[in-house]
């Protein structure tokens, strides 16, 4: 497959034209007379200027500037695809204040843009130091760059030069300026590979990253300063690029997000350019430029891999392209040579390419021939394992199909844009019909674009059938969650069939109308259309499809409390599914029956059925129909050997794992259900133990007072019953809520005491956790040496008893203690432990607890890129499982990780977002501790009126909530701003 052709002539950048005619005309005069006429400050006024918008490379920058600034030399690359922003992280570090100061006037900038010989370098960095033509203008040039003391030399676009013909003269030119004592050199340039013959930094040895989303979302404001809904899909598409990101930010300034996202579906990366269209004005020209680079013309057949590779959102392992491309050779060194030129990137073991680069290689670059068909063969063969799900091999098939559903889909719905009658369509709609399948059942992948691809496609070919076939599987989607949006559709292709005159496509539609009105409670019209589906399906003669309606009826018909009508239709249904061999249905109508079961109170023939139904579903991979059965199952339980009673302790278990699982609103309103039943029961035990389960639900949700207010109550209520476990449990929940609401001394008190009590009855794990809240409250009252003899002896305890979550807990908090104490790396140690062994025993809110703990160590060792790193996780992590307290602490955290870089009017916006939300939460504490930061951050931007403001608002609240260290911090500060003030003559 031919290489592109550039649309453009490279190199007629204004820095790189005025090189060349600066360099034509010291050619022209052999005795170097013009070399004096060069201004001497002509290279500064050349060099690019520091980057206005700047997001996502901030730590990348610091940690350059460190090594620039350091007493010896440094050799820095800067690789990555192009439209990274490495030209941006150069610019950034020559224009650094610290940088200016060491290096002064001798910071040197040359671009290689269309200089591709180690000569026409050298030649530019002759012009550049004023020396004049000769035969030894190497040893001239070396000279000169010795003679100036500290020199930084940056040789932008170096990949013109080094991927080339000459590659080898580049590298031993840089290997000599490498060996310069008194030179450090900063390269930027595209692709993964270091030039070899320079001892590079390990700091920057990597490629660029994308930006992070929170960073896209920032560079997009800052420049568009508008946004709606569609922003974060629009952002997604560009893949975190940062020139694409910028170009169409600038589009932003006049056009929605919602508009650009839908102009970029139609022009691709043609839309994302500004007039000029050079490499840093347009993303098309930023991409041809890889694909036209020296490396990939050496390897022919890696722009037919990269086409190929683009129909792949997933990416693929590169030692399976031999498996799915047989008649492609050389795919392993095509596959490197991709990666060498960052057109791909080794992403979790798989090859795959930024969301932009996609984009327009399918539309200038599209895949074709014999290597297109092989593509297509493999991945519509892979969708034949769907086929097995339902099976005994379910298992086998989720595993092949989950990280390859996105490949499957994308391949489909390009042999569907592209169909014609030459295609073999029934093979097409097998494989999307397996797929859809497979979706529908899993919850992987989103079928919708797919189906609605092959319903157009199927209309141009003129074959109504299957476009109304396919309608009718966008309804069935759609029904999942868009209930009226399906009911529509659905009506429409019930319509489409009936015009065709096709009986057993409009019974269907009508089947999943009735499906779709009972999950809108219309019962009675669900009733209505699900019996008329079945009469016809049987005038038809289609057994499963009547079995279908079946067991629609009998689950709308027990939500009518019609339950033996109910039973007879699920029994009935199950008996065909059987006899038509399909298990997952009668599974279901299993379940179904020990639903109905329960409801007529024959609780030992509903654990019967639950269980087969669980068996089966499990065997067949359907998941959550197993779990669901295992709900019923121990509902069923309960209801039979106790009745209300059992029932209500049902509920309350369920509570408890809800819980545990961090779903603490559903937790919470079933501890509330199971506390109602057992007050009816008159089971006082009962209702007490939900009340201490409904307190320790109300602190997660940071409820506190609330919380503080059930687990005083349940606790007396335990006490009067003669219940001491159950007391001492409510007596650490009180002392850990009371440490929430920041009254360390009294959180002491009640959790001395419930340790005390633990241990009279002998219950050394509550005693364990009581022993780790008193550490970490002794922490909080900055009595480090007490807190860490504490959690010691707790974690020590907890090994003995086998606990490894209080362990792993104790072993966090210990980490956090000697961080405490300035003992970084043992903290540090600590924490990665913590986390690794959170991680093995699945408890993901430890996990993401020693993250963020971790962020805060590396800070404290100047470790500001990766504190960064960890915090931005942690808050997301914190984010999707809804706790709220800990993203605020991560996002203070992050505000002054911020300040530290320098960054102040990002930390700004960072503390003051954290402020908000611990005010919407009541943390009061968070407050004050924000108000602290945005007071010393006040005074490092000058505005010490700012900054009393904040100092003296955080004073009153640490004084009302106890906190003497940081009273007597806010006092001194405020002190030490009075005594700066000028006094005012009278």
Excluded at 89 to 105: E, L, T
Excluded at 370 to 383: G, K
């Amino acid at each position: 497959m031919s290489q592109l052709a550039l649309s453009h002539t490279v190199g007629t950048g204004a820095r790189v034209a005025g090189i060349v005619v600066r360099m034509d005309r010291l050619e022209r005069e052999t005795a170097g007379s013009l070399a004096g006429q060069v201004p001497e400050l002509l290279l500064l006024a050349e060099m690019p200027p520091a980057p206005v918008v700047f997001h996502g490379r901030d730590d990348l920058v610091e940690s350059i500037v460190e090594l620039a600034c350091h007493n010896t030399t440094c050799r820095i690359p800067l690789l990555g695809p192009g439209g990274i922003g490495k030209t941006s992280v150069a610019a950034a570090v020559i224009n650094n204040r610290r940088v200016r100061a060491k290096y002064g006037r001798h910071i040197l900038f040359v671009s290689c843009e269309g200089l591709d010989t180690a000569e026409g370098i050298l030649n530019a960095l002759a012009a550049s130091l004023h020396v004049p033509p000769g035969l030894e203008v190497l040893r001239a040039v070396l000279t000169s760059l010795l003679s100036q003391g500290c020199v930084l030399l940056a040789l932008d676009n170096l990949e013109t030069a080094w991927d080339s013909l000459d590659k080898t003269n580049v590298e031993q030119l840089l290997s000599k300026l490498a060996e310069l004592s008194s030179l450090s050199l900063l390269v930027t340039m595209r692709g993964a590979v270091r030039p070899a013959g320079v001892d590079w930094a390990e700091t920057c040895a990597d490629p660029l990253t994308p930006l992070s989303h929170d960073a896209a979302r920032q560079l997009w404001m800052s420049i568009a300063r508008r946004r709606d809904h569609n922003v974060d899909q629009l952002l997604n598409r560009l893949d975190g690029l940062p020139l694409a990101i910028t170009l169409l930010a600038h589009q932003g300034q006049l056009v929605s997000p919602t508009d650009l996202l839908e102009a970029y579906e139609s022009e691709r990366t043609a839309l994302v350019e500004t007039d000029g269209g050079d490499r840093l004005t347009s993303l098309d020209v930023s991409i041809r430029l890889s694909i036209n680079s020296h490396t990939m013309s050496q390897n022919p057949n890696a722009a037919q891999l990269l086409s190929l590779l683009c129909l792949l959102p997933e990416g693929v392992t590169i030692s399976d392209l031999p498996k799915i491309l047989p008649t492609v050779q050389g795919t392993r060194k095509s596959a490197l040579a991709l990666v060498a030129v960052a057109l791909a990137a080794n992403v979790n073991g798989r090859l795959r390419a930024l969301s932009p680069i996609r984009d327009f290689v399918m539309e200038h670059l599209p895949p074709g021939g014999i290597s297109l068909v092989e593509l297509r063969a493999h991945y519509m063969l892979l969708a034949d394992e769907a086929e097995k799900f339902g099976t005994d091999q379910s298992r086998t098939a989720i595993g092949l199909l989950s990280p390859e559903i996105g490949n499957i889909n994308s391949v489909l719905r390009h042999c569907w844009k592209g169909a014609s009658f030459r295609i073999d369509v029934e093979a097409l709609c097998i494989a999307t019909d397996r797929l859809l399948t497979f979706s529908y059942f899993t919850g992987f992948g989103d079928c919708l674009p797919l189906l609605e691809d092959a319903k157009k496609a199927l209309e141009r070919m003129g074959r109504p059938g299957a476009a109304a076939a396919y309608t009718l599987d966008i309804g069935h989607v759609l029904s999942g969650n868009h209930y009226m949006p399906a009911l529509e559709v659905l009506r429409d292709a019930k319509a489409m069939f009936e015009v065709l005159g096709d009986r057993l496509g409009a019974a269907e539609c009508t089947w999943s109308i009735g499906n779709t009105l009972r999950m809108l409670d219309r019962s009675d019209d669900a009733l209505s259309n699900l019996e008329q589906a079945k009469a016809e399906f049987e005038t038809i003669g289609d057994r499963r499809g009547a079995a279908q309606c079946m067991q629609g009826i009998g689950d709308t018909m027990r939500m009518l409390n019609r339950n033996d009508d109910a039973l007879s239709n699920l029994e009935q249904a199950k008996a065909e599914f059987e006899n038509t061999g399909d298990r997952r249905g009668a599974a279901q109508c299993m379940h179904g029956i020990g639903d109905t079961l329960r409801m007529l109170n024959r609780n030992d023939d509903a654990l019967s059925s639950l269980e087969q139904a669980k068996t089966e579903l499990e065997i067949i991979g359907d998941q959550l129909g197993a779990a669901q059965c295992m709900h019923g199952i121990a509902k069923a339980e309960f209801d039979n050997i106790g009745d209300r009673l059992g029932a209500a302790q049902c509920v309350q278990g369920i509570g408890n794992t809800l819980r545990m699982l961090n779903r603490n609103e559903d937790a919470l309103s079933n501890l509330e259900q199971a506390k109602a039943e057992f007050e009816n029961t008159g089971d006082r035990r009962g209702a007490a133990q939900c009340m201490h389960g409904i307190g320790d639900t109300l602190r997660m949700l940071n409820r506190n007072d609330d919380a503080l207010s059930n687990l005083e109550q349940a606790k007396a209520e335990l006490e009067t019953i003669g219940d001491h476990l159950g007391a001492a449990r409510c007596m650490q929940g009180i002392g850990n809520t009371l440490h929430m609401l920041n009254r360390y001394d009294d959180a002491l008190s009640n959790l001395e005491q419930a340790k005390a009590e633990f241990e009279n009855i002998c219950d050394g794990a509550g005693a364990a956790q009581c022993m780790q809240g008193i550490g970490i409250t002794l922490r909080m009252l900055h009595r480090y040496d007490d807190a860490l003899s504490n959690l010691e002896q707790a974690k020590a305890e907890f090994e003995t008893i086998g606990h490894r979550l209080g362990a792993a807990q104790s072993m966090q908090s210990i980490g956090i203690t000697l961080r405490m104490l300035n003992r970084y790396d043992e903290a540090l140690s600590s924490l990665e432990h913590a986390k690794a062994e959170f991680e093995t025993i699945g408890h993901r809110l430890g996990s993401v607890q020693s993250m963020q703990s971790i962020g805060n160590t590396l800070r404290m060792l100047h470790r500001y890129d990766d504190a960064l790193s960890s915090l931005e996780h942690a808050k997301a992590e914190y984010e999707t499982i809804g706790e709220r307290l800990g993203a605020a602490h991560c996002m203070k955290s992050i505000g002054v990780t911020l300040r530290l870089l320098n960054r102040y009017d990002d930390a700004l916006s960072s503390l003051e977002q954290a402020k908000a939300d611990f005010e919407l939460i009541g943390d009061r504490l968070g407050i004050a501790e924000c108000g602290r930061c945005l007071g010393y951050l006040a005074i490092d931007q000058g505005d010490s009126e700012r900054a009393r403001l904040m100092f003296e608002q955080s004073l009153v609240i640490y004084h009302e909530i106890g906190v003497t260290s940081c009273t007597k911090e806010c006092r001194g500060v405020l002190e030490e701003l009075q005594s700066l003030t000028p006094s005012s003559n009278v």
